[in-house]
């Protein structure tokens, strides 16, 4: 995300950092052992009764709903972030390049 601020006619942009957990569920179980909202889609009433609170059905209930965040993320979890982020900077460093604004970064007033 990004935020924008007007000084006089020039728009400058702040970036701001976007942590792993806030885009992915299973990051956030696996990484921040974050399991706040879990819900047990998996047992029966009559078995969440029975052996709710215990810690064999705590572990069943976190696993079952990180391996079901897994699923959901299948294609982001695929999605090679080093690799991209460097395609990224190169296009960026040509773009400058190609429309003369190194001059204008490197003096710094953009």
Same mark, same amino acid.
């Given at each position: 995300? $990004? @935020?924008?601020?007007?000084? /006089?006619? @020039?728009? @400058?942009?702040? %970036? /701001?950092? %976007? $942590?792993?957990? $806030?885009i992915s569920k299973s990051y956030r179980r696996i990484c921040n052992r974050d399991f706040h909202d879990v819900v047990d889609k998996y047992h029966t009433p009559e078995q969440r009764q029975r052996s709710k609170g215990t810690e064999q059905y705590l572990l069943a209930v976190h696993t079952n709903d990180t391996l079901d965040a897994i699923d959901n993320e299948s294609q982001l979890l695929a999605f090679n972030f080093p690799s991209t982020g460097a395609i990224l900077e190169q296009f960026v460093c040509s773009l400058g390049r190609v429309l003369q604004w190194e001059p204008l970064l490197a003096s710094g007033s953009a």
């Amino acid at each position: 995300p $990004e @935020t924008n601020s007007r000084n /006089s006619n @020039t728009i @400058t942009r702040k %970036m /701001s950092p %976007m $942590e792993p957990a $806030e885009i992915s569920k299973s990051y956030r179980r696996i990484c921040n052992r974050d399991f706040h909202d879990v819900v047990d889609k998996y047992h029966t009433p009559e078995q969440r009764q029975r052996s709710k609170g215990t810690e064999q059905y705590l572990l069943a209930v976190h696993t079952n709903d990180t391996l079901d965040a897994i699923d959901n993320e299948s294609q982001l979890l695929a999605f090679n972030f080093p690799s991209t982020g460097a395609i990224l900077e190169q296009f960026v460093c040509s773009l400058g390049r190609v429309l003369q604004w190194e001059p204008l970064l490197a003096s710094g007033s953009a």
